[in-house]
């Protein structure tokens, strides 16, 4: 089996990405996950783990973690998703990505182990999601790895990944997302993301939203884990609820010092001491509120036996590399690539553009999946001042002809342009900007990816350096 074969039998399951549903029984995903890992060796058990839900947020701030304790000199797994160029992005040890060779040989050998349980008929079918999930896992163990930082996939209840026993389980920023599967109300999706929760276990959480502080606050209890919450110094969104005994009061407060170069300084208050001068590469709020998350998190597995020094602690927050998270590609005019794909993100990323770069004008490049909430995200746009709708290539691409209906019921005061292709929309973007404008293109992290492969054929170097392959 070589690395095309291989991709073409990982995704020859059910593929929610791929068509936004997939054959599943709700109460087989964890058992045959956990059948799949004991027949491979429950590679898992070998070594520690850190393990992260949430709407978003969950992407920096493992990469945050992962890479401080690699600077602080441990082997380090990191298994997170979607990706934008290449599979192999999803799966890393010390910050390298794992070779085709290795993907083609690892798969080979889980093949054999599927189609034995799948011959017995133990279970239903396997999704590409729980085969991919097991790979990982089998080559974190192959390489030695001393801690795995595991994103979670959707949802955390039922989750491949909540196979794992962690040190320490985190649940980032709570917003409406996966709604036809996680529920729709904040008390629903927070009650299926706290799922990862382990009994008498630790629980960091950067929920800001009461409703859903509520939901991880009492699944904590449930479970008799202490729960350490995250937030800014200058407001606790949640502090009726903390006065009447409901919550706990915030343990972590970040605050910014000033954001210079596209870099943001910030000061962060834990229970024992204050870090001032931390330094990011990334930017907006949220980020300080990530890697607050993660200096929580790094905080409890001091504790567990992993210890890092405030030296790697600054260099792997400053070192860090996320792309299309407010990546800044070029200039004149500014352009910016952004993963954001619901309303709450959407709002958040505006907010930044217009603080951290003052633009003349808005200009956005949008693509979006159908299943979120397309309505949200069009009233999330509606004060921006030009949109060029396209469609990516992705089978769960919104129609841009839905999308046009809603601009026109949502936000007509928005001029909009039509494209068909996301390189023909960068194109035009450039055509209609001026040299003060900002153009952002956004609404998933797969029109992400197609955008910073258009800028790396248009010679933007910034682009260039985050791709490390490409498989399609």
């Known amino acids: ?16 990405e791929r068509s936004g549903s997939y054959s599943r029984n709700l109460n087989e995903n964890l058992p045959r996950e956990a059948r799949l890992l004991e027949l491979l060796g429950k590679p898992q058990q070998r070594y520690s783990s850190t393990h992260i839900a949430g709407t978003k947020g969950k ?11 690699r600077q602080a000199g441990y082997t380090t797994g990191l298994y997170t998703q979607p990706h934008l160029h290449t599979f192999r992005e999803r799966i890393r040890v010390n910050g390298r990505l794992i070779s085709e060779g290795e993907v083609a040989q690892l798969l080979a050998e889980i ?59 985190v649940i980032t920023s709570i917003s409406y997302d996966h709604m036809a599967i996680l529920g729709n109300t904040l008390t629903q999706i927070a009650t299926e993301k706290a799922g990862i929760i382990k009994p008498r276990g630790i629980v960091v959480t950067s929920a800001q939203a009461p409703e859903a502080l ?8 449930k479970q008799q884990a202490q729960l350490l919450r995250i937030g800014s110094a200058s407001i606790d969104p949640a ?18 010092e000033r954001q210079h170069d596209e870099r ?12 001032s001068g931390l330094e990011i590469p990334l930017l907006g709020q949220h980020q300080l509120e990530n890697a607050t998350a993660a200096l929580a998190t790094l905080d409890v597995l001091r504790v567990e036996g992993l210890d890092w020094s405030e030296h790697a602690l600054r260099e792997g927050f400053s070192a860090i590399r996320w792309p299309a998270r407010i990546e800044v590609i070029g200039h004149n005019p500014t352009l910016v690539v952004d993963g954001a794909h619901n309303p709450d993100s959407l709002e ?21 999946t159908r ?21 990516m290539a992705n089978p769960r691409a919104a129609s841009i002809e839905t999308l046009q209906t809603l601009f026109a019921q949502h936000a007509p005061h928005v001029l909009l342009h039509i494209v068909n292709e996301s390189w023909q929309a960068m194109d035009l973007a450039l055509d209609v900007a001026q040299s003060n404008d900002l153009v952002c293109a956004t609404g998933s992290l797969y029109l992400a990816g197609e955008a910073l492969r258009w800028a790396t054929a248009h010679g933007y170097e910034a682009a260039a350096g985050t791709i490390e392959s490409v498989d399609h």
């Open 59 to 69: 992407g920096s701030t493992a990469a945050f973690i992962e890479c401080v304790l």
């Open 214 to 221: 509520l939901a991880i606050a009492a699944a904590a209890q």
């Open 1 to 16: 089996m070589n690395y095309r074969e291989a991709m073409a039998y990982l995704y020859s399951f059910s593929d929610f």
């Open 264 to 275: 943001q300084r910030f000061t962060v208050w834990t229970p024992t001491r204050r870090y």
């Open 348 to 368: 958040k990323l505006l907010a930044t553009l217009r603080t951290s770069f003052t633009p003349h004008r808005l200009v956005v490049v949008l693509s979006v």
């Open 371 to 391: 299943d979120k909430d397309l309505t949200g995200m069009v009233q999330a746009l509606s004060d921006v001042d030009e949109v060029i709708l396209t469609r």
């Open 111 to 169: 093949r054999t182990v599927v189609e034995e349980i799948q011959e017995r008929r133990e279970f239903g079918p396997f999704i590409t999601y729980e085969v991919a999930t097991a790979l990982a896992f089998l080559y974190f163990a192959r390489q030695q790895v001393q801690h795995a930082v595991v994103e979670v996939g959707l949802g955390g209840r039922l989750d491949a990944t909540s196979v794992l026993s962690p040190l320490v389980s």
């Open 239 to 256: 502090q009726s609820e903390v006065d009447a005994g409901k919550l706990p009061a915030l343990s972590y407060r970040y605050q910014l």
